[in-house]
């Protein structure tokens, strides 16, 4: 498994009413060992931060009961658009060059994708109130009316609503949960 040298946070509003969700600021720091041109370094992970966000937001492959894949046009499987992507503040760090090449580069690219989804999801839970809700992305308008529609009995109920539909995960106050020694 590989891992990112980059830290994501995101500040964000979540519309109950139609399930919006506003990404009015983030932040990508990102160790890349070695920046030999620190202009393209940033519009890759600018690039990243747009895929990933398509992942936590919009983008789902949906499939029928047998199988057969529903998202099958650009009207059916969403990406964003770059009314949907803000701008993002970067923060490139050279502070671990990388032992395994002559250069001290690393990767910046694909693993400004990976830290996206995880970033939404936890602000999501921070704006609602509800820490652990979001299980599944994307957290689609879908997802997060349901989730509105429903009262804090229901909220709290056996299944998480955010979860997709093959879920069996219960759903807990975070400081109930305990911690395994």
């Known amino acids: 498994m590989n891992y990112a040298y980059s830290v994501h946070m995101a500040v964000l509003k979540v519309d109950s009413e139609i399930g919006a969700v506003a990404v009015e600021r983030y932040l990508v720091a990102f160790d890349v060992g070695r920046a030999v041109n620190p202009r393209p370094i940033k519009g890759q992970i600018v690039r990243g931060f747009a895929q990933g966000l398509g992942g936590a937001l919009m983008e789902e492959f949906l499939y029928d ?58 602000a999501i839970d921070d704006a609602i109130s509800e820490p652990g809700a979001v299980m599944q992305l994307p ?43």
């Open 65 to 122: 009961a047998h199988g057969e894949l529903l998202s099958v046009t650009f009207a059916d499987f969403l990406m964003p658009t770059a009314s949907d992507v803000p701008t993002i503040d970067v923060l490139i760090t050279e502070d671990a060059p990388s032992p395994c090449n002559p250069l001290g580069i690393k990767g910046a690219g694909e693993a400004s994708i990976t830290g996206v989804g995880a970033a939404i999801a936890s």
């Open 139 to 181: 957290v689609t308008r879908k997802r997060l009316k349901k989730f509105f529609a429903a009262d804090s009995q229901e909220r709290l109920a056996s299944v998480t609503l955010l979860n997709g539909p093959d879920e069996r995960r219960l759903s807990q106050k975070v400081d109930s949960v305990p911690i395994a020694t």
